[in-house]
């Protein structure tokens, strides 16, 4: 996986090899990493609005009024 | 890099914009700020939290896909050929600056040490998506669900924002070339979408419970704490000097940039690559906010968080033409873009009924389409671009700026790519039930849960014994 296992080595190749990527997995997993972040952003949507709605809905049944809050402003 | 002129021009370039990322990281903070000051006490942890959220959400469908529409638009597509591969088609080939070095996937989007700059130019970039986000977040307040404002920030961040940069405000667009489209520091390209877009939002998701008395007479509600406001505009105009660098090139050789041969004139440049000075931009940043702030003293009776508002707005006004403009001029156009902004912020309130909480729309959106305005008639005459002086690509020329084009350039800006895109994904997010939290949430408040599960635990801890 690693791109770079000897410094001295990489630096001393000519320069247009020297001037490329380094991070692990170069030029072999580029895809898969974005395919991953696609699926962690639309998961994420999925995962945040379910819980959003449940706690929307449940508040909703409470019927507070608009002051009730105040019984719940903590001093500390 | 194995020259040392050449590594210490490229490694000031790249710390100059990582310089500029630090110093916009100040407008989010102030953003936050100021929301969290602007709303209600039931609902400030929620609002908070949808605007830092936005982060996130911002940058990464920035990486995966917002930058390399920035670098595929230029040409609209279909509308103007572009000057490095002479074709209207997207530019997805493997030209100087094409998008298919800027997609995901692509090497250089990673630590590459053949690249210094594409790292901290996409995160300049980035940050002013986040401002663009952040400027529709304050309108909405109070009543949004967090699921629609990510999808909205995603849309207005990482998608309509970058093409309206990739039309006007790339040295390729077909905006410059068709219409003469000037605007250096973003009057329109961020603040007139972000306005339009957060009207288009609003007039979707309605007022806030209580804003209008049944006769339809507007209210005011808050600031809540308005010295958390005024802070956090502080910060914004703080954040905005990177914003203005960042809207710079801070050392280029424009000579066989424009293809003169044998001259070489080194110096910086806005976002156009045409000559100016961070020193001249720094006389205008300054003035413009300064009749901006004189403005909306004078017309808001100095109530603060107009005063503070104002003097943001006149730099907004100004920002087309800043890299041209006398300090006066600038100063003057500031004072008129608040004015004409402050009446109708009220008079769209009035008529239209629009709950904008934080005076967005009137801010960034109605000062940056005056500013546009404004700069046509200040600047007519002068060149869009340098590529068309100096011919060096053969077969485009670029029109002068003119006013008819930079009050077209506005339009596009405000209600193209700004309202009409935030109205009809506010109408589906609303079709889904997904817009607007429930009536009994927003009379409760959204942070009833919260703050009751933290009185729970305050009564626990205060009669605990050991």
Known sequence: MATVTNWIDHLNKPAEEVAGAIYPGAGSSETLLVILGFIIWIGWHILTAKSESDELERLARKRHSANDHRNNITEW | MTDQ??????IFTEFYYWVTV???????????????????????????????MLIPLVTVTWFLFGWWIYWAFPTGPGLAPSIMNESTALITDESAFSATWYKATSDLMAVNLGDHISGVFWAAFLLFSWTAASIVSGAIIERITTFAFGILAIAIGSVFWTIDAAWGWHFDGWMLKLLGYHDAYASGVIHAIAGGFALGVLMVLGPRIGKFSSSGEP?????????LVTIGLFLIYT????????????????????????ISYWTATNIYVTPTTLSGITFNFLMSLSG????????????????YSSGLAGIICASAGNDLYHPIQAMIIGMIGVV???KLHYWVERKFKIDDAVGAVAVHGYAGFIGLVICGFVLNGYPSSGYSVGAMWDGTTYATINPL???????????????????VIAKVLHGMGKLRIPREVEIAGLDYEMMEDAKRDERAVSSATR
């Open chain 2, 5 to 10: 002129l050449g590594a210490l021009t490229t």
């Open chain 2, 340 to 342: 004409i902004s402050y």
């Open chain 2, 405 to 423: 084009g930079q009050f077209l350039g506005a339009l596009i800006m405000f209600v193209v790519l700004g309202l009409i895109p935030g109205y």
């Open chain 2, 292 to 307: 901006g702030l004189l403005a909306g003293y004078w017309i808001a009776k100095g109530d603060p968080f107009w005063t």
């Open chain 2, 22 to 52: 630090v110093l916009m990281f100040l407008i989010h903070v102030g953003f936050c700020m100021y929301e969290v000051g602007a709303s209600r006490y039931k609902h400030h942890q929620h609002t908070l939290m949808k605007n830092t």
């Open chain 2, 219 to 227: 209210r005011n509600i808050g600031p809540r704490n308005p010295w």
């Open chain 2, 239 to 262: 954040g905005f000097w990177g914003f203005y660098a960042a809207c710079n090139i801070p050392i280029f050789d424009l000579g066989p940039e424009y293809g003169m041969e044998g």
